[in-house]
């Protein structure tokens, strides 16, 4: 019996004794029937003490509720990065570009230090280290517009974790004092991340990844760039058919400003300020928006009649704003041939990517080995879920 439970059951036993001798018999409280009441009523005491007292301590009973509370820094498996926050704190000193070169050629000298931290599998694959593979990570996560329009990247102590997910807010009502609190439905279920595997093919020639200084940098700007451009198209509209991870576009429960069946063009803010009123209306607060390109290009080209450029709204210039290529531009409009894209408006802290702090490089020699060049094969293993849809509202279709 929790301490709820407990103080619920003293409450009950306490008026029992008042309703027989008040109600049912007429009559005071007899000398014995008095003592109890009063050690009922100093447990009673006691347990809502207690209870008060926990209220301003972090949760502890849930390590993944602890960790939505208290957002650890760093690489700590047990809580959530926003996008200022790393993987892995400090460099670790080791070079990706000495590990591919070992990888492909065979030839590990000078790269002693890397052989020893990875892994190699049967078939040449090798297992990244997290150290390693965090800097990639980061570096990835750093180029993603969902993280740095606020989604949170939850690293993956298993390939399976359970978040909770706000299903209803909970329910709140004026009570007398001494009164029973009502028991409401819940206000929470469970959303799992499921490791899914993210590939990316890089081509480089084996003179550069030989000879070239650059090659690090070079190497891991492609990887990162090319997984977080699929990361920020999952998060924003993976269909949720595996293996693809479900996006906020088709996740049940968020709010839709809909702009007709045949889409319309953005000739003002008001989508935006709709889809703001419609989130507000939730309880919830946005923080920013994301956009493509083309429609980044529009809102910034607004002007008056006089040709003067317009003062973006203060309920839209508190947002940040957002732009990526991960938003598509030629989503299916209605009948008349349109093609549109979508503006996603949110609080985007309730959009979490789980990743796998590793990562897998293949070695491809001999596909591409008639341009003079190797393919490398990055395998990293994420998920997205979505802990409020109510916290986020769609614009769509916007056509040209």
């Known amino acids: 019996m929790n301490l709820l439970e407990r103080r619920q059951q003293l409450y009950a036993d306490m008026k029992a004794l008042l309703d027989r001798a008040e109600a049912r018999e007429d009559r005071s409280l007899t000398g014995d029937e008095y003592a109890l009441y009063k050690r009922l009523e100093a447990e009673f005491d006691q347990l809502t003490e ?22 650890q ?16 704190p400090s460099p670790s000193g080791l070079s990706l ?30 297992l990244v280290n997290d150290v390693l593979a965090g800097e990639v990570i980061d570096l990835a996560r750093a180029k993603s517009g969902v993280i740095a329009a ?37 206000n929470f279920a469970a959303v799992t991340l499921t490791a899914k595997s993210l590939a990316a093919l890089v081509k480089i020639s084996v003179e550069l990844l030989q000879d070239s200084p650059l090659t690090e940098n070079a190497v891991r700007t492609a990887i990162a760039q090319a997984m977080a451009a699929e990361l920020d198209r999952a998060a924003l509209r993976g269909s949720g058919t595996d293996p693809e991870p479900r996006g906020i576009r088709n996740v049940a429960g968020v709010n839709l400003v809909d702009l007709g069946a045949n889409g319309s063009a953005l000739t003002s803010y008001d989508p935006i300020i709709d889809a703001v009123t419609a989130i507000r209306s939730d309880n919830r607060e946005p923080k920013a928006y994301i956009l493509s390109p083309r429609e980044q290009g529009t809102l910034s080209k607004f002007k008056d009649s006089a040709g003067n450029y317009l003062t973006v709204p ?51 020699r001999e596909r591409f080995a008639d341009y003079g060049e190797v393919g490398i094969l990055a395998i990293l293993r994420a998920d997205v879920a979505v802990t409020d849809p109510n916290a986020f509202a769609l614009v769509t279709p916007v056509i040209p």
Not at 73 to 87: V, W
Not at 101 to 119: F, K, S
Not at 318 to 340: C, D, K, Y
């Open 150 to 186: 606020g989604a949170l990247t939850y690293p993956m102590a298993a390939g399976t974790v359970k978040l909770p997910k706000l299903i209803a807010d909970p329910a709140v009502a004026w009570r007398l004092e001494h009164a029973q609190i009502a028991e409401t439905t819940p």
């Open 97 to 126: 570009a000495k590990a591919l070169r070992g990888m492909v050629t065979g030839d590990w000298r000078h790269a002693e230090a890397e052989q020893r931290a990875l892994g190699i599998g049967a078939n040449g694959a090798v």
């Open 314 to 364: 203060d309920v839209v210039a508190t947002l940040r704003q957002v732009a990526t290529s991960a938003v598509e531009t030629t989503e299916p409009a209605g009948t008349a041939g349109n093609v549109g894209a979508t503006i996603y408006v949110g609080d985007f802290s309730h959009c979490i990517i789980g990743i796998r702090q590793e990562l897998t490089l293949v070695p491809l």
């Open 50 to 71: 207690q209870m008060q007292d926990s209220r301003s301590q972090p949760v502890t009973l849930d390590p993944i509720l602890q960790a939505m509370f208290n957002r």
């Open 73 to 88: 820094p760093g690489g700590d498996s047990r809580g959530f990065l926003t996008a200022e926050q790393r993987m892995q």
